[in-house]
């Protein structure tokens, strides 16, 4: 059973580009949670898809942007890079219908923005 | 916004100790959450405490909370080298389970 995968591990741009994430989820799974990380803190709460809609968002602005596919999958869009946007992006999965309360991460994928 | 915040920030203890760490929060919760993630990698579950429990095993793990104080701690008993990492409680806000974390704890586990 595949547990969340991410895809790239790594990735630099530059400022000002824009960077596509990507995340599988747990098998069974229908909803994924986006988070960003900064080096030396806590994973904050980017949004959260479910039925192909952003259910729930964070305080982030909209230069984030997201999209999830029939089988689940999702993707983190990020467009005109800050430097700020240097950090670990994780993709949590949960299965929604029963309420789970307890969400499986993936191994987050590192962005340098140089 | 933090919701959860971690104390100590830093832990470093001898291998076979026991490993208290504790996390405080701000507004009411249906759960309280750990989570260890090993060299800023992804996050791996440990256990879930309800509103309504004092305390819970899992292992070596005993996570106890106290909701009249706003208050967690996770104790990691006769500690390995393995179990350095970072920990972080989370609690769900809002609808849909989205989580609010602390800034973490770093624990070092001297062999």
């Known amino acids: 059973d595949a547990g969340v995968t991410q895809s790239p591990t790594h990735l630099i741009k530059t400022r000002g580009q824009q960077v596509t994430l990507r995340c599988s989820p747990k098998?069974?799974?229908?909803?994924v949670s986006w988070y960003q990380q900064a080096l030396g803190q806590g994973p904050q709460f980017i949004f959260q898809?479910?039925?192909?809609?952003?259910?729930q968002r964070g305080n982030f602005p909209d230069r984030f942007s997201g999209h999830q596919f029939p089988n689940y999958s999702s993707e983190l869009n990020v467009n005109a890079l800050l430097l700020g946007d240097s950090a670990l992006y994780l993709c949590a999965s949960s299965f929604r219908s029963v309420r789970q309360e307890t969400q499986y991460f993936g191994p987050g994928t590192r962005l340098l923005v140089l | 916004s933090q919701q959860g915040e971690e104390d100590p920030q830093a832990l470093s203890i001898q291998e076979g100790e026991n490993a208290t760490m504790n996390c405080s929060y701000k507004t009411s919760i249906n759960n309280l959450q750990w989570y260890r993630q090993n060299s800023g990698r992804g996050l791996v579950h440990l256990i879930l405490i309800r509103s309504n429990e004092r305390e819970k095993h899992s292992g070596r793990l005993r996570v106890t909370l106290d909701t009249s104080k706003k208050s967690s701690s996770l104790l990691i008993t006769a500690s390995r080298a393995a179990d350095t990492a970072s920990y972080f409680c989370a609690t769900p806000t809002g609808a849909n389970s989205k989580l609010t974390f602390g800034k973490g704890i770093t624990l070092s586990v001297r062999p």
């Open positions: 898809y479910y039925e192909e809609e952003e259910r």
């Open positions: 098998s069974g799974h229908d909803t």
